[in-house]
């Protein structure tokens, strides 16, 4: 639609355009013109254009060739390039056609102001063709008959015009049409052309501004064919397994070209090319017989041709054509070998024959099996075993000995010569020596120095070492004469593999030598774990187990061991790789310390985990040494201390037990017919023999005498009285009897009255030793007596009264005390007694409360003996126990409540009486 | 004297020697060349005219394509020439005088096989004649130059086809036909053992050596 509208809007500029022409041209005509008109110039090279006005103009509009003014485009041209050659004509001269441009005007100036156009010419610049050069021509065979020439050039530079190129050819007496190239302007070709004469070829450019010819060519087609390759190439198979019979067909006619040929071949799957000898090929042909192949193998084949003598091109390779060769027998046995397992009997060996397929040049064809063929060395009579398998390996149970083992391979065609193996009893022979190994181009190399004797070959054994999985064995062999290999196995990096090289003999085999290897090696995986064994005030012994081979990534060249306290600096110390243990010393007591290990490989290391410990306080031994001597002095001071006792016994008894006069050492005693008892006194009491220990009285509730607390304890109280009142006669008959009398009834004896005091106070009499009752602490009181002689009487005294008629009236009052504290106002009299007795005394108020109690008690033994409400009385005791301890001092003060409450505590007492009543 | 004369001589071309070109391998194509050129010219023309035959017999039809068919030759048949030549009279001639008969007897031929061009049939056809007679051309030019090449002078303008009317009917055209491509075979069979023979008298490269010395 624009585009339409374009179109008609240029249309009609035209039509004016030309309309205006004729008016201009026709009607007004034109005033002058230029010379020469719309010129085609070299570029460089000098031009000059004359501008012819018309005489008309000349008498109408006053005009004159001084007046013209030359223009490019709308650039003035310099005056100095004019010329007035005469009224009507000036001329304008460029030295220099490339600063020209289109269009060139003569323009005048009318009436000496207005610029007026008179004519107009394009210029047109551009350069003469230059010769074309390398001309060069080659036919191409398209069809059996057909043989397009194709010749190409180069055609110089750019001319900025229009240049033709015409491929011109001809026979010596015969012209031929011109070649004219299409869309190019640097090849042509000629469709049919004809052999066996010459043919004279050149090339000639032509523009407006000149023409230029190549060199011409003389050649006779023939020479210059690029023939196509043969075709419907065939590859057959001969008789032979080596030879395969190529056949073909050539495209082009013995008569037109001899040819000679290159054949090609490769292993399909090769990409690799080998060649058949040109010369072998080098006559025509449509058949040839490649030999020296491999039986069994897939060639590819191609093929290509040229003209016999060499001048011309060569073919394409032929598209490619694949035969197989026939079978062969193999061509060598399987490489074998043996893993010997003598682990399950001691007699006999489990082997494991293992052998490798042949390789496919090897091999010749297919296996279809293997004969394995297994004779005892040291009895060749007997007859060989023989096993026909498709695997490649053979486990046989044998005993031991020496056997030849034989493995033959056989294919279609044919058996293999035998590989033979000595299976021997040991190996016996010179080992190699100086087995290394190296990494290199990726791969493993193993090296070893060779023994001395002659080599058969060698088998090379290797396996990954690895924790997860048994090592599982892979061998090569290599010839005799050989003292290195590369490992043929996928080997990986960061593996260990062992490898141990076996050299066969012709009659036996050496040991092997065994190397560990990595291919590449890395950091550790993981570091060691490290923890302490045992810890000691400056030591710790760190132990680790070996990283496992497969966290190793190569060989452990090192372990370090860094430790650190919290805030101190790191020490690292090394570590031989073989170590487990390691002791850390000068290390600082009761500290926190950090210890971390690395393994290094030769790669770098790896750390393993913190582990923390802290040393101890004290060292070994170092507590003993202070425990022990502490412990032995105290035993040295007690011992002393005992030895010192022991010596000083006698100063110490006098101090703690002064020697009483034993009553019954008097002669008074002599003359006694029994001898009291003393089967209720504990056992010290019995070690000593009577008299030597007269004067202590030990006093103890004995459990039996506990029991008198319960309601049975009424009839000891009776007994106690029987007895008192049983033995009052012997102890009113025997004086001396008074000594194993209760102190109760000592004491009761001092309280009694005025009239004993100032006669037995003198000697002392006894020690009353109590027993804390019920958790209470006893309070001992050692009361002297005076007197030696007037305890008979208190003592029959004390007896009389308690024996005395009016019991009854004390009894009702204890009775009265124990039931209120109103009536024990009643009592006050005979209390007030006993406290001025004690005011007299001047000891100190425990004593004297106890004095006081030891009285009252007296008294209750004097009065209540015959108790029969023994649970009333009981429960009192259990009562008061407790009350008489608080009110104990209070006594002192004399308080009359307190006072009142005394007595109920004299009720165990008067039970721990009781242990005496056996007396 | 003389000897003081050769060695002022050989040392003036020794002189000389790398300046000049003095061994000189001539570019022009010998007449060995040309003639070892001629013979596989002949060759591959008889190679063509074999097929073409076959094709244009068939085209012609029964009973040309036979392979038996041997007709009598009738005079009429003159104007085409004849190869039929005795032996021994032709192994009588000159190189010259041969090589005069090959070239006059395929410019003759050529000028009837341009005027069977015309009239065949099939484009296949009428290609493989062109091609033909271009290689025929070919042929005479090579003649012409070998003969140049030995120093012969060419026969005197072949001799223009004589303006013997056309065959009279269309089955005497076809015989014409059929004889015009025997006697190019014979004429090339014969034209080949020629120029073989020529190619043993004549060495097939002729290096010309030219000692150019300025002093003499």
């Known amino acids: 639609m624009f585009s339409g509208r374009n179109w008609v809007a240029r249309g009609l500029y035209l039509l004016l355009n030309i309309c205006s022409l004729e008016v201009y041209g026709g009607l007004v005509q034109s005033c002058g013109h230029i010379l020469p008109e719309s010129p085609v110039l070299a570029l460089g090279s000098n031009f000059t254009a004359l501008c012819i006005l018309n005489e008309s103009c000349l008498d109408f509009g006053n005009i004159y060739a001084s007046q013209i003014i030359w223009k490019i485009k709308n650039r003035v041209v310099p005056r100095e390039q004019y010329r007035e050659i005469n009224r009507t004509v000036s001329s304008v001269t460029f030295n220099d056609t490339s600063s020209l441009a289109t269009p060139l005007t003569c323009n005048i100036l009318a009436d000496g102001q207005i610029e007026q156009n008179i004519y107009g010419i394009t210029v047109t610049l551009g350069l003469p063709p230059e010769k074309p050069k390398n001309l060069s021509c080659i036919v191409h065979q398209v069809l059996k008959l057909t043989y397009p020439m194709t010749c190409t050039w180069n055609p110089g530079r750019h001319t900025f015009l229009d240049t033709q190129f015409r491929l011109k050819y001809r026979w010596p007496h015969e012209n031929f049409p011109d070649c004219i190239p299409k869309d190019v302007n640097n090849s042509c070709t000629i469709n049919e052309v004809l052999f066996f004469v010459n043919l004279e070829v050149w090339v000639e450019a032509t523009n407006a501004l000149g023409k230029a010819e190549s060199d011409p060519l003389v050649l006779d087609p023939i020479d210059i064919v690029k023939p196509l390759p043969p075709h419907n190439l065939s590859v057959n198979s001969g008789i032979l397994p080596t030879v395969l019979k190529l056949s073909w067909e050539n495209r082009i006619s013995v008569a037109v070209m001899k040819l000679k040929f290159n054949i090609r071949y490769r292993i399909i799957g090769d990409t690799n090319w080998m060649q058949v000898p040109p010369e072998d090929t080098a006559s025509p042909r449509t058949s040839f017989s490649v030999q020296g192949l491999r039986p069994y193998t897939e060639y590819v084949f191609s093929i290509r041709c040229m003209k016999e003598d060499g001048v011309g091109y060569w073919s394409n390779w032929s598209e490619e054509k694949t035969g197989v060769t026939t079978e062969d027998k193999p061509s060598k046995g399987p490489a074998i070998w043996r893993i010997i397992d003598a682990s399950h009997s001691p007699a006999s060996w489990t082997v494991h024959l293992m052998w490798k397929a042949l390789e496919p040049f090897e091999a010749n064809g297919v296996i279809l099996q293997y004969e394995v063929t297994v004779r005892p060395k040291s009895s060749l009579s007997s007859p060989p075993e023989r096993f026909n398998v498709n695997t490649t390996n053979l486990t046989l149970k044998l005993p031991n000995g020496t056997y030849e083992v034989a493995v033959i391979a056989r294919n279609r065609v044919g058996a293999s010569p035998p590989s033979v193996l000595l299976i021997p009893a040991s190996n016996s022979k010179a080992p190699v020596k100086n087995v290394r190994t190296l990494p290199k181009d990726g791969k493993l190399w193993v090296g070893w120095t060779a023994p001395n004797t002659y080599i058969l070959k060698y088998v090379i054994e290797w396996c990954l070492v690895s924790n997860s999985s048994d090592c599982i064995i892979e061998w090569q062999n290599e010839p005799g004469n050989v003292q290195g290999t590369y490992l043929k196995g996928d080997i990986k990096p960061f593996k260990c593999y062992l490898i141990t090289v076996y050299p066969l003999y012709a009659d036996g085999q050496g040991s092997g030598q065994s190397v560990k290897a990595y291919l590449q090696q890395d950091r550790p995986s993981k570091g060691p774990t490290v923890q302490t064994k045992k810890v000691g005030k400056a030591e710790a012994v760190l132990t680790w187990n070996h990283l496992t081979v497969d966290e190793q990534n190569g060989f452990i060249r090192s372990y370090t061991i860094f430790y650190k306290t919290i805030d101190g600096n790191e020490t690292a110390v090394t570590v031989d790789p073989s170590k487990t243990e390691y002791t850390l010393s000068s290390l600082a007591s009761d500290t926190l310390y950090t210890v971390r290990m690395m393994a290094y490989t030769d790669e770098g290391g790896r750390s393993g985990p913190d582990f923390t410990f802290t040393t101890q306080k004290f060292g070994k031994g170092e507590i003993e040494a202070i425990v022990v001597p502490v412990c032995l002095a105290f035993l040295l001071i007690v011992l002393l201390g005992v030895l010192f006792c022991f010596n000083k016994r006698d100063l110490i008894k006098k101090h703690i037990w002064p020697i009483v006069p034993d009553p019954s050492k008097s002669n008074i005693a002599q003359w006694s017919p029994q001898v009291p008892a003393k089967h209720n006194f504990s056992s010290k009491d019995q070690m000593y023999p009577e008299g030597s220990f007269t004067d202590v009285s030990v006093v103890e509730i004995e459990a039996d005498d506990k029991k008198s607390f319960s309601e049975q304890d009424l009839k000891p109280f009776d007994l106690l009285k029987k007895e008192k009142s049983t033995s009052e006669g012997h102890s009113s008959g025997i004086g001396g009897s008074s000594c194993m009398s209760s102190p109760r009834q000592s004491v009761s004896d001092s309280d009694e009255g005025e009239t004993t005091q100032n006669t037995s106070s003198t000697v002392q009499y006894s020690t009353v030793v109590l027993n804390g009752y019920r958790d209470q602490t006893p309070v001992q009181v050692f009361s002297r007596s005076e007197s030696t002689q007037p305890l008979l009487d208190s003592e029959e005294r004390s007896e009389d009264h308690a024996g005395g008629g009016d019991s009854t009236t004390r009894r009702q009052q204890y009775f009265k005390q124990s039931g209120g504290q109103d009536e024990a106002s009643a009592d006050r009299p005979c209390f007030e007694g006993t406290k001025q007795i004690t005011s007299d005394d001047e000891g100190d108020l425990v004593r004297f409360a106890q004095l006081q109690v030891l009285s009252q008690s007296s008294q209750l033994l004097g009065f209540d003996l015959e108790k029969d409400t023994q649970e009333a009385a009981l429960s009192d005791v259990s009562e008061t126990s407790t009350e008489g301890q608080m009110v104990r001092p209070e006594t002192g003060e004399g308080n009359p409540a307190s006072v009142d409450q005394m007595p109920k505590s004299y009720l165990p007492q008067t039970v721990r009486q009781g242990g005496y009543m056996p007396q | ?216």
């Open chain 2, 1 to 216: 004297g003389d000897s003081w004369g050769i060695l002022t001589f050989l040392c003036a071309a020794l002189c000389n020697l790398p300046a000049l070109p003095a061994l000189n391998c001539t570019e022009e194509p010998g007449a060995g060349q040309n003639i070892q050129k001629t013979y596989d010219l002949t060759r591959y023309l008889e190679h063509q005219l074999r097929t073409l035959a076959g094709t244009y017999l068939n085209y012609l039809g029964p009973p040309f394509n036979e392979p038996d068919f041997n007709p009598p030759r009738l005079a009429h048949a003159e104007r085409v020439p004849s190869a039929t030549v005795d032996l021994d009279l032709w192994r009588g001639l000159t190189d010259n005088a041969r090589l005069a008969a090959n070239y006059r007897a395929y410019s003759r031929l050529l000028c009837y096989l341009r005027a069977l061009d015309g009239q065949t049939g099939t484009a296949e056809l009428r290609h493989r004649l062109g091609h033909f007679c271009s290689s025929l051309q070919g042929l005479v030019l090579s003649i012409a130059g070998v003969m140049s090449s030995l120093g012969y002078p060419l026969p005197v303008g072949p001799s223009a086809p004589p303006g013997a009317p056309g065959a009279p009917n269309d089955f005497l055209k076809k015989m014409d036909d059929f004889w015009l491509l025997k006697e190019l075979q014979t004429w090339l069979w014969r034209s080949a053992k020629d120029f073989n023979r020529l190619k043993k008298k004549v060495p097939p490269a002729v290096v010309t050596l030219r000692l150019e010395t300025r002093g003499f």
